[in-house]
């Protein structure tokens, strides 16, 4: 539980599959670290998807690459966004946007969250225009075609798929 001193920190939450962490992840999340005292990036347990990466290989994978940042932590969690938002003292969810599609999705998701959890306000920020074509999705399929992601992913994520697939093609 959280001291007198923390409870008035400005937490946010950055929830999301991170499967794997893309560069336009990372811009959202630099831009939110300069904005709230402390931002916990949650990976999602879907148990409904099949990953490319585990939840742990993706926790990690975020923490290496977050190491150097003073106001991130990185964990996981399932269930509700907006419960696990209470459970840390997370005030504020941080929802990355590329598109308008995704702002469509985003705003279902922030006024039902409006309804069930008044006390969390959703922060929208756009990815900067370099990022926002990068998806996780377009990612993986191009790392299992062996295709150079260095562009798209931190160098730690190229380096980890990239010796992945070397064990894979064994």
């Known amino acids: 539980m959280r001291d007198i001193c923390e409870s008035n920190k400005k937490i946010a939450l ?3 599959s991170f499967d794997p962490i893309t560069n336009g992840h990372l811009d959202v999340l630099e831009r939110a670290s300069a904005m709230f005292d402390e931002v916990v990036i949650a990976v999602l347990k879907h148990p409904e998807k099949k990953p490319f990466l585990t939840v742990e290989q993706r926790v990690e994978l975020i923490k290496d690459t977050v190491k150097n940042m003073k106001n ?18 997370a005030k504020f969810l941080i929802r990355g946007l ?9 705003v279902q998701l922030c006024q039902t969250n409006q309804v069930i959890a008044p006390d969390i306000d959703t922060v929208f920020l756009p990815t900067k225009p370099q990022h926002n074509f990068i998806s996780s999705s377009i990612v993986r399929e191009l790392s299992k075609h062996k ?3 260095s562009k ?3 160098k730690n994520v190229v380096e980890y798929l990239e010796s992945d697939i070397r064990k894979v093609s064994k």
């Open 152 to 154: 798209f992913v931190p």
């Open 72 to 89: 991130i932590s990185v964990d996981s969690f399932d269930g509700l966004t907006v419960e696990f938002a209470r459970k840390i003292g």
């Open 14 to 16: 950055y929830p999301g």
């Open 147 to 149: 295709t150079d992601i």
């Open 98 to 106: 590329r598109t308008i599609t995704d702002f469509e999705y985003e």
